[in-house]
């Protein structure tokens, strides 16, 4: 039995996670669930965005599974899911994007990964204005060696350990010299440590043109946070978009899954919404604590759901409903 934290999340987030939930117990998965909360909905009740109880349930148990979270527009509260990943230290963010069965989309062979350093960059928060108008604003980005080495030595562990047969190290070193130089540097310094690992360094800007051109050039993408945050909702597009992807934050003593869509309140509580993302970060979760028999028989189940647009969502093209969908996947199983 697995103690795993479960943070539903606003909007549709009770929807997909109820969802989730019901095929792991279709499958067997003995897990049991601590629910905790965060967000709009922890802001509402209690003023708090991230409850000091939810921060201290993640450090006992050291692993989360947690739905979208909503985070004001231009005020506020700062985004939750960038302060767990700092307090928590989660530094490496993995999203893999693989065409999927069913699944509409402009590319039939996309199979990427993107490797995002989580914790540094441009999200760290320093920033102000520095005039008393607030018309002149500036923003500090950190990039330090130690960071540059967990991540992109994490993105040719993973490459040799699943097969994968290239790391290409994302940057903007012709200009931004100091802070992607040094992750470019750090990087081919530890390429040379994976002989069997192809290796290649990418422009940003010509990486983004690079992906909507020839995806499958691409295998394994690792790079700082900023540009990682864009690239890899742009891997996401390239395979039907945020609902059909997943996500793992993860460190060295914890780890939070997650969908990396919105809460999408407009159509909350109206059983339209699609699980698909959250259930394939949670089976990257089920992978990471050692299930990879009953991550593969999920999967295999959702391929085969996919493919059926009489029980697939409104967003699939199809004619189905949340609950629809998730019988379907527990029916596959």
Not at 50 to 74: C, F, R, S, W
Not at 214 to 232: A, H, K, Q
Not at 295 to 310: E, G, H, V
Request: glycine share 10%.
């Amino acid at each position: 039995m697995h103690n795993i934290v479960l943070i539903s999340g606003d909007g549709i987030g009770s929807e997909i996670t109820d969802s989730v939930i019901r095929i792991f117990e279709g499958a067997g998965v003995k897990i049991n669930w601590i629910p905790a909360s965060a967000g709009m909905e922890a802001f509402n009740k209690d003023g708090n965005p991230l409850p000091d109880k939810t921060v201290e349930l993640i450090d006992t148990h050291k692993i989360a599974l947690k739905g979208p979270l909503a985070t004001p527009v231009g005020g506020g509260f700062r985004s939750i899911n960038v302060a767990l990943r700092q307090k928590f230290d989660l530094y490496c963010n993995m999203r893999p994007a693989k065409t999927l069965p069913g699944v509409p989309s402009r590319f039939g062979n996309v199979d990427l990964i993107t490797f995002r350093e989580n914790t540094q960059g441009m999200y760290i928060g320093k920033e102000k204005y520095i005039d008393n108008n607030k018309d002149h604003a500036e923003t500090i980005a950190i990039v330090t060696r130690e960071a540059s080495e967990r991540i992109i030595r994490s993105a040719f562990e993973y490459a040799r350990i699943h097969d994968r047969e290239k790391v290409t190290l994302v940057h903007k070193a012709n200009i931004l010299k100091f802070t992607t130089g040094l992750f470019l540097k750090v990087g081919q310094e530890i390429a040379e440590e994976y002989p069997d690992i192809l290796f290649n360094d990418m422009i940003v800007d010509n990486t983004a043109m690079q992906m909507v051109m020839r995806p499958e050039i691409f295998d394994i993408i690792v790079t700082t946070n900023l540009f990682g945050d864009i690239l890899s909702d742009l891997a996401s597009g390239l395979v039907g978009g945020l609902g059909v992807t997943g996500s793992a934050n993860t460190g060295k003593e914890h780890a939070i899954f997650e969908a990396v869509h919105g809460s999408a309140p407009d159509i909350a509580g109206e059983g339209k919404a699609n699980p698909t993302a959250l259930l394939l970060s949670a089976l990257m979760m089920l992978e990471h604590i050692g299930e990879d028999e009953l991550a593969d028989s999920i999967r295999k189940a959702l391929y085969k759901t996919l493919m059926n647009t009489d029980v697939t969502t409104g967003d699939l093209g199809g004619k189905g409903n949340t609950k629809i969908f998730t019988d379907a996947v527990i029916a596959n199983l």
